[in-house]
């Protein structure tokens, strides 16, 4: 199994970013997917998730209406668009499929929101 994500970087406030999580080893298609980030000294926070059919999306409070989760089950690829970036988005942001008690993760990559 494996999650590998791409596309961190360092941006300017107010900047966008998309992350991408290429997955692989296992049945894509039938797991849900989530974003976490965890930011120095901070426990890993849940940001967004979407269903294994990509019908239903959720978000975390401090990012909802900035930042859109998608996925593409003919690829294996779930994306996070990061929109009107803040410095409190400063973070790893880390993949994760999940169903049932299994749950894989990536290894992360690092967002830096600065000016």
């Known amino acids: 199994v494996q999650l590998v994500e791409s596309g961190g970087g360092l941006v300017q406030p107010g900047g966008s970013l998309r992350l991408s999580c290429a997955a692989s080893g296992f049945t894509f298609s039938r797991y849900g997917m989530n974003w976490y980030r965890q930011a120095p000294g901070k426990e890993r926070e849940w940001v967004a998730g979407?269903?294994?059919?990509?019908?239903?999306?959720n978000y975390g409070d401090s990012v909802k209406g900035r930042f859109t989760i998608s996925r593409d089950n003919a690829k294996n690829t779930v994306s996070l668009q990061m929109n009107s970036l803040k410095p409190e988005d400063t973070a790893v942001y880390y993949c994760?499929?999940?169903?049932?008690?299994?749950?894989?993760w990536g290894q992360g990559t690092q967002v830096s929101v600065s000016s």
């Open positions: 994760n499929a999940r169903r049932g008690t299994a749950t894989y």
């Open positions: 979407i269903t294994s059919v990509g019908d239903s999306r």
